[in-house]
């Protein structure tokens, strides 16, 4: 069964009426879906099998669809890996692709569904936009033949494509975006040879679209919404849940709070894989979102968003996210320092001894303050401030600058950065700042039982500190401002930068 969560305060807006003129704000829907797998196999099974398959998770996205749409929404988006799922080699992915051509080409699949020959999933995924009057946005697999006159043609004779298709409300194919930033062992497809920024204009504002950890990089995703200036990101994913600082949930929000643009994200929902976490973002709030490891259930959400946040007077204006930090003197303590490890990086971190402080830490050029007050310093319980500054080399390269307050697992310090679920000490002052050398650093505030802190609890100031603002005690989890130095990336090489956190493969199961 299909359930949707829809804030009281949108419903009454539920009923209006569609009109293809400019509107001021639009209801955004995304689908967190339970993917029905296909069985493992060695050898490819035949396209209608495959067909088969899709067609249950298309059934399934139906529904969720057609909700969507007699709730008013304008656009729904569905998540990576949603109709096919993730366990396959190149051979046997090759009878779920379809050949999906350039949008240019102006084609209604519901319409004229042989014009590019055999395309059963884009005629019907054509047909639930256009017959509920929706944009539809799916990911599926394109194919691509190739020959000996491409030096970089596969041997098989073929690209394969992890791709985003978009279709309007009258079932036309208005995107298409082939996946840049693969996943290591996503080995059943390959990635474009220059990153595609895809965007399209619509009565609700200029939208973009990319691929799960494509957020990660500057390449689509940064260009898209800086240089293209999109007013809403689309963003289909398979994330994977790796705590304490890569959840989907405060990840993509605090991505779209410092790229100040809407975003959209659909999670694939597999709990044995540690995928859960959807929600529909606006720069200045979180809308409404979903974090759910007790149930195997798909999930319907829908929010109202303005369609151009930056005409908006509540547009939130520029972080300078050193600005604060680096006005002040590093704060000097007896404290001691020693390393840990989040996530593969090597953290430098100091415990916070007393019930109230500041504290400094740093590596190599990032400095991270931190000034706190708890209700009660617990013995049972012990919290870090911890800096890293530098390559992230597992599975992909990429320069971090990150500053973060966390819980440790238990009292022994050796499971700093490990994950851990709740806590019982509570802040009611923490500001936390840092020397940033960039201007993308994302800032996340997780409370005990890995609820996001609403935005009234706490904000970022324009001189970079995240604090909190309401006085009410907060069981803080982890917050961190999580800063990427895109400058200082490797060069990309014949080989996708590899990300762990998305399309997850055998690899990562236990
Ligand atoms: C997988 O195999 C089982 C047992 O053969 C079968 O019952 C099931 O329908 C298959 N599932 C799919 C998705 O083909
Ligand atoms: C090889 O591929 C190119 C580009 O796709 C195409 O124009 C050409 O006809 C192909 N050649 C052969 C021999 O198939
Ligand atoms: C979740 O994914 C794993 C690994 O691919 C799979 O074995 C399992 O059946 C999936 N769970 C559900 C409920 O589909
Ligand atoms: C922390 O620093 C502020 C000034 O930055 C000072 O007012 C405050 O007393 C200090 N707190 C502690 C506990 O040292």
Redesign the pocket.
């Known amino acids: 069964m299909i359930t949707s969560y829809f804030p009281k305060f949108v419903v009454g807006f539920a009923f209006f009426v569609l009109s293809v003129s400019a509107l001021d704000t639009f209801i955004a829907a995304v689908y967190e879906h339970a993917v029905?797998?296909?069985?493992r196999t060695e050898t490819p099974v035949s396209k209608d099998?495959a067909l088969?398959?899709m067609n249950?998770n298309i059934d399934v996205l139906e529904k969720a669809v057609k909700l969507a749409a007699t709730q008013g929404a304008h656009i729904i988006v569905t998540p990576e890996d949603g109709i096919y799922g993730w366990v396959f080699t190149r051979e046997t992915i090759y009878p779920y692709l379809e050949d999906i051509p350039d949008p240019e080409v102006n084609w209604i699949p519901c319409r004229d569904p042989q014009r590019f020959g055999h395309a059963p999933v884009q005629e019907r995924l054509s047909c639930l936009a256009k017959d509920n009057s929706i944009y539809v946005v799916a990911n599926i697999g394109d194919k691509k033949p190739c020959n000996a006159s491409d030096p970089q043609c596969p041997r098989d004779g073929r690209y394969q494509y992890n791709t985003d298709v978009v279709f309007d409300s009258e079932g036309r194919l208005v995107a298409r975006y082939h996946k840049y930033n693969l996943f290591a062992p996503e080995v059943q497809f390959d990635f474009p040879k220059a990153s595609e920024l895809v965007t399209f204009d619509t009565p609700f504002g200029k939208l973009g679209v990319f691929t799960c950890f494509d957020i990660f990089s500057h390449d689509p995703a940064v260009v898209v919404v800086d240089e293209l200036q999109v007013d809403s990101v689309l963003l289909p994913t398979a994330w994977y849940n790796t705590l304490p600082l890569l959840s989907a949930v405060p990840f993509h929000s605090a991505w779209a709070k410092a790229l100040r643009v809407n975003l959209l994200a659909a999670n694939t929902h597999n709990t044995t894989m540690h995928m859960t976490g959807s929600g529909i973002y606006a720069p200045e709030a979180v809308k409404v979102y979903h974090y759910d490891m007790e149930t195997e259930s798909g999930q319907l959400m829908l929010s109202e968003l303005k369609s151009r946040p930056r005409r908006e007077p509540t547009y939130p204006e520029a972080v300078d996210w050193r600005a604060y930090a680096s006005s002040i003197e590093p704060f000097l303590s007896e404290q001691s320092e020693f390393q840990g490890m989040i996530y593969f990086d090597k953290f430098t971190f100091t415990e916070l001894k007393k019930n109230r402080g500041n504290y400094t830490v740093c590596q190599k050029d990032l400095c991270c303050h931190l000034t706190y007050q708890m209700s009660e310093k617990r013995s049972d319980e012990a919290f870090v401030l911890g800096a890293f500054d530098g390559l992230h080399v597992v599975e992909g390269q990429y320069y971090l600058q990150i500053c973060t307050l966390l819980k440790c697992q238990t009292t022994d310090l050796g499971t700093c950065g490990e994950p851990v679920g709740s806590a019982f000490t509570t802040f009611e002052e923490f500001s936390l700042s840092g020397t940033f050398g960039t201007s993308y650093v994302f800032p996340q505030l997780v409370l005990s039982g890995s609820q996001l802190a609403p935005e009234r609890h706490y904000e970022v100031s324009r001189d970079g500190r995240l604090r909190n603002r309401s006085g009410a005690p907060l069981p803080v989890l982890v917050t961190a401002l999580y800063g990427r130095v895109f400058e200082k990336d490797p060069p990309r090489l014949g080989q996708g930068p590899g990300k762990l956190q998305c399309s997850p493969s055998e690899h990562f199961q236990d």
Do not use: A, D, G, Y
């Not at 029905?36 to 069985?39: E, K």
């Open positions: 029905i797998l296909p069985n099998e088969v398959l249950k």
